[in-house]
């Protein structure tokens, strides 16, 4: 095996792996070593990388097939450069953004849980970053799940919550969109991690509208803990990018989050992302056991 580490971040989520050269194609066992590596520990971080957008390309599919973007919501650039590609990045041309979620901060989401399919994985590469600003905070969904309060657990159980997202607001202002125009979904609210085998929180502030089956009050009370719950500090990981960082996270058991960052200067990440070839499975409430005795 080629000779490289992996290095836990932090207690609360996330690890980096040093030693590769990403712009070279991965040997098998390396290749199953950080997809081992993404499991234990939700997101992988690997710095000093010099890649282009094939090389990055390459990268993602070495854990699963590379997603093809839903063109209506691309910009013409991002089309041009490849049917795969999503562009972070408040760069301008002619007034008009060449990419997409282009300034400011952004609430807790995973990636697409408003589809019947969500994303399974997001590789983020970063090429131009601001002097301050802009950092990504990851929350890992298990340990949110595990340290929920037991009354909690048992009325989420197994209840659903549906998801829903307007592209063009990425700061939700509004208690509720219109689901005749945006898409939607629901997902159950612990999900079973198919690889792993455990449960995570499926929902997120920004794209989570409502608990299903309860009344709008009780969905209303649960939904608000369960957003201050999975943003505590003990479970989220805040990264400073760097130009050549490439971070893969798993949506399946986490959630992110922007920082604000100076408008006036130059952003952008390139955005890869994988399909899920599982179908999202509901979790157990993960129980403690003298709890649930």
């Given at each position: 095996m080629t000779d490289f580490e992996i290095r836990p971040i932090c207690d609360a989520i996330g690890a980096e792996v040093l030693g590769v050269d990403l712009s070279k194609p991965l040997a098998h066992d390396v290749a199953k070593a950080i997809e081992q590596a993404w499991?234990?520990?939700?997101?992988?971080?690997?710095?000093?990388?010099?890649?282009?957008?094939?090389?990055?390309?390459?990268?993602?599919?070495?854990?699963?097939?590379?997603?093809?973007?839903?063109?209506?919501?691309?910009?013409?650039?991002?089309?041009?450069?490849?049917?795969?590609?999503?562009?972070?990045?408040?760069?301008?041309?002619?007034?008009?953004?060449?990419?997409?979620?282009?300034?400011?901060?952004?609430?807790f989401h995973s990636d697409t849980p408003y589809y019947e399919n969500p994303l399974k994985a997001t590789l983020l590469y970063a090429i131009d970053i601001p002097s301050h600003g802009g950092n990504t905070m990851f929350s890992n969904s298990y340990k949110a799940a595990e340290t929920l309060p037991e009354d909690i657990k048992h009325r989420i159980g197994t209840k659903k919550a549906l998801h829903i997202y307007d592209y063009g607001n990425q700061h939700k202002t509004e208690d509720s969109y219109d689901k005749s125009v945006h898409p939607h979904f629901a997902h159950p609210i612990f999900r079973k991690h198919p690889e792993t085998g455990r449960s995570a929180l499926f929902v997120s502030e920004l794209m989570t509208e409502e608990v299903l089956d309860v009344s709008p009050e009780e969905s209303r009370e649960l939904l608000d803990f369960l957003f201050e719950h999975q943003s505590k500090p003990e479970f989220v990981y805040e990264h400073q990018w760097r130009p050549g960082d490439i971070m893969m996270w798993d949506n399946r058991c986490s959630v992110h989050a922007r920082t604000d960052f100076p408008s006036n200067e130059r952003r952008m990440l390139r955005r890869i992302t994988l399909e899920d070839d599982h179908p999202v499975l509901a979790g157990e409430p993960p129980f403690h056991e003298a709890a649930a005795q």
């Open positions: 499991y234990d520990h939700v997101i992988v971080l690997v710095r000093d990388q010099d890649l282009t957008l094939d090389q990055q390309h390459a990268y993602a599919a070495s854990f699963g097939e590379v997603a093809i973007r839903h063109q209506s919501t691309a910009t013409a650039h991002e089309q041009k450069a490849s049917n795969a590609l999503m562009l972070i990045t408040n760069v301008r041309e002619n007034g008009k953004p060449i990419g997409t979620l282009p300034d400011g901060e952004m609430m």
